[in-house]
């Protein structure tokens, strides 16, 4: 069996409890040891405080380059925010290239309007003036091109590179 922490070890484990919140708010790694230690995790590093109001002094000496940073959530989501506002520069700044679903709808309408053409009277075998109409296009290639250009997916023109 354990034996219940004595009334003087669980006073002195309560007092750490405004530090806790302050490592839980920042997002900081931390654990209470035995009996009444508190240990805090920053930066690959850790250091085992004794008292909280030296746990307060060894945090606020440490954090104080880190305050800049959003330290709220786990790492991942704070890679995805930094990955959207990358995101979102670019498309402000107009720098975006057309994805796989807009390719396809250019080349759909470009078909499509070479088989209206086609359909119009217009001999199959003349050149056209558009570099985009192909020269002979009937129905059934139209509906076998857009679903060639729907299942490749290496067509796919790729976005300003987002990466950091």
């Keep these: 069996m354990i034996p219940d922490f004595t009334a003087e070890v669980q006073a002195k484990r309560a007092s750490y409890l405004e530090v806790k919140k302050v490592l839980h708010a920042e997002g900081i790694r931390y ?15 850790s250091h085992l405080c004794q008292a909280p109001d030296k746990a307060l002094a060894w945090l606020e000496s440490h954090t104080s380059g880190l305050i ?76 076998s091109m857009v679903s060639t250009l729907e299942g490749a997916p290496h067509m796919m023109l790729q976005t300003t590179s987002d990466r950091i």
């Design 31 to 45: 654990s209470l040891l035995f009996p009444s230690k508190l240990k805090i995790m920053l930066d690959g590093h």
């Design 68 to 143: 800049d940073h959003d330290l709220s959530g786990p790492l991942v989501l704070q890679r995805r925010r930094k990955r959207r506002s990358s995101r979102d520069r670019v498309q402000e700044e107009g720098m975006t290239k057309p994805t796989l679903q807009q390719v396809i709808q250019e080349k759909r309408a470009a078909l499509q309007a070479a088989a209206s053409l086609t359909e119009s009277g217009h001999s199959g075998r003349e050149k056209s003036d558009n570099p985009d109409v192909p020269e002979s296009e009937d129905a059934s290639d139209l509906d």
